[in-house]
């Protein structure tokens, strides 16, 4: 009897982006032989690794983080978690805002973030983080999953800046609006960063800052 042996190999190569991936490869052989088990199949891969990222857009209230931080979003399809609208939804449930409402939102973001980070998703943190307590939960959250952190911090000069929060209007439930008092009070207490970290100044074109962010997050990634 004559012996035949079929040998097929198949090669999938996906550059689709998968959630901690840049690119995968699949391969597939299989063999007809005249054994017992007349059919096998050998399966490999090679893969490489995504450098997983945690962006973090910092600033004074009402400095243009939320609106840079939504573009990005927008941009590289990743998840955005922002304190505000987290303590709101906190204050929504009935509890009356305060020191702890503000801490709880921080806990809130770094626990969602977390889990997002495990499993290998880039995230995008919006939040003020005026001082090194907070800077450093994001230090150690990184470290935690081995991500990178981006940070970004936009900036504006002040008389801008109170044009601009006089005529904000967000609508956040038990959260008042903005004033440049609160502004004011939030610097006294916001401490300057010491980290590398790209310095956005939101008076220039936002389509140009949403660029160099851009830039800035491939040269960090």
Same mark, same amino acid.
């Given at each position: 009897?004559?012996?035949?042996?079929?040998?097929? /190999?198949?090669? =999938?190569?996906?550059?689709?982006?998968?959630?901690?991936? /840049?690119?995968?490869?699949?391969?597939?052989?299989?063999?007809?032989?005249?054994?017992?088990?007349?059919?096998?199949?050998?399966?490999?891969?090679?893969?490489?690794?995504?450098?997983?990222?945690? =962006?973090?857009?910092?600033?004074?209230? @009402?400095?243009?983080?939320?609106?840079?931080?939504?573009?990005?979003?927008?941009?590289?399809?990743?998840?955005?978690?922002?304190?505000?609208?987290?303590?709101?939804?906190?204050?929504? /449930? @009935?509890?009356?805002?305060?020191?702890?409402? @503000?801490?709880?939102?921080?806990?809130?973001?770094?626990?969602?973030?977390?889990?997002?980070?495990?499993?290998?998703?880039?995230?995008?943190?919006?939040?003020?983080?005026?001082?090194?307590?907070?800077?450093?939960?994001?230090?150690?959250?990184?470290?935690?999953?081995?991500?990178?952190?981006?940070?970004?911090?936009?900036?504006?000069?002040?008389?801008?800046?109170?044009?601009?929060?006089? /005529?904000?209007?967000?609508?956040?439930?038990? =959260?008042?609006?903005?004033?440049?008092?609160?502004?004011?009070?939030?610097r006294k207490n916001y401490l300057p960063w010491t980290e590398e970290?790209?310095?956005?100044?939101?008076?220039?074109?936002?389509?140009?800052?949403?660029?160099?962010?851009?830039?800035?997050?491939?040269?960090?990634?």
């Amino acid at each position: 009897m004559t012996r035949l042996t079929l040998r097929l /190999s198949l090669v =999938i190569a996906s550059t689709r982006e998968i959630p901690g991936f /840049s690119r995968t490869f699949l391969r597939y052989d299989t063999c007809k032989r005249e054994e017992a088990f007349p059919f096998c199949i050998f399966f490999s891969y090679s893969i490489d690794m995504k450098n997983v990222q945690l =962006i973090l857009i910092s600033g004074l209230p @009402g400095a243009g983080k939320s609106t840079l931080a939504e573009s990005l979003v927008e941009k590289l399809s990743m998840p955005l978690f922002s304190v505000d609208p987290i303590e709101s939804s906190i204050i929504k /449930s @009935g509890i009356t805002r305060r020191f702890e409402t @503000g801490l709880a939102a921080y806990i809130v973001a770094e626990t969602l973030a977390g889990e997002q980070l495990k499993h290998g998703l880039s995230v995008i943190i919006d939040a003020v983080n005026p001082v090194q307590e907070a800077r450093a939960m994001w230090h150690n959250l990184a470290r935690t999953h081995h991500a990178t952190l981006i940070i970004i911090e936009c900036v504006l000069e002040r008389e801008l800046h109170q044009e601009r929060i006089a /005529s904000r209007v967000r609508n956040m439930h038990g =959260i008042p609006e903005l004033t440049w008092q609160d502004v004011e009070h939030s610097r006294k207490n916001y401490l300057p960063w010491t980290e590398e970290r790209l310095v956005l100044d939101t008076a220039n074109g936002h389509e140009e800052n949403v660029q160099k962010a851009l830039d800035y997050i491939h040269l960090k990634g």
